[in-house]
């Protein structure tokens, strides 16, 4: 079946340092990739998506992009800050007219002044 | 934008009673709702799907007697946990789209319940 992997938490980083979370996936069908962002108390969020391979989604100076070949979709920003601390989950979903989102165990990422 | 308020953020109850979880969109209509619910260290995992008028769909491995789901308008959706146990403790999360979206870009999530079954 499907499944989203990505590196375990948590990850905590001094603000400005670069970040990177590990995200790679199994899928029997050609997914789109998403990374869903949760802040403290609040429900998830998308943060950004990539439909097709070498696509690169991006969003509050995030980035990831969709590897075909390598299967992942890892998340990468350039300077951390504080207000960026959450807990980052990497999904896919197959396409077919059922709504169904399988997602990773999420990464909780801690940045610190 | 559209925002789906679920409470209660945290409860804790004895084995045996069970447990109520709301889900309310609030600035939209949602016909269908998703309940998942995420074990420690493991990925979140659909439990169901829920739809305004009509029975829920569970998905595999996941007894409908034991979580009830009440869709009963376009507002609310509810999650009761039957006789919870405590393997029943988990984190548990509603999500919906306002709009029909294949591809799940527009789904709006709770802010999930952690249930503590002592």
């Known amino acids: 079946g499907d499944s989203v992997t990505q590196m375990e938490g948590p990850v905590t980083l001094s603000e400005e340092a670069f970040l990177t979370i590990n995200c790679t996936y199994t899928a029997t069908g050609y997914p789109s990739l998403f990374w869903y962002v949760q802040y403290p108390g609040e429900g998830l969020q998308l943060l950004l998506k990539a439909t097709k391979a070498d696509d690169k989604g991006s969003n509050k100076g995030f980035e990831a992009t969709y590897r075909k070949e390598t299967t992942s979709f890892h998340l990468e920003k350039g300077s951390v800050q504080v207000s960026d601390s959450a807990v980052y989950f990497c999904a896919l979903s197959i396409s077919g007219g059922y709504q169904k989102v399988t997602f990773g165990t999420g990464t909780k990422l801690q940045v610190i002044p | 934008g559209a925002v789906v308020s679920q409470h209660p953020s945290r409860v804790i109850c004895k084995s045996g009673t069970s447990v109520k979880i709301e889900c309310r969109s609030l600035?939209?209509?949602?016909?269908?709702m998703f309940w998942y619910r995420q074990f420690p260290k493991q990925s979140l995992m659909l439990m169901a799907t829920?739809?305004?008028?009509?029975?829920?769909?569970?998905e595999q491995g996941v007894e409908k007697d034991k979580f009830l789901i009440n869709h009963a308008s376009l507002t609310l959706s509810t999650l009761t946990v039957t006789s919870a146990h405590p393997e029943d403790s988990s984190f548990y999360i509603c999500s919906a789209p306002p709009t029909l979206d294949s591809r799940g870009e527009k789904l709006f999530f709770g802010s999930g319940t952690q249930l503590s079954v002592l």
């Open positions: 829920s739809n305004e008028g009509s029975k829920a769909t569970y």
């Open positions: 600035d939209f209509q949602a016909t269908t």
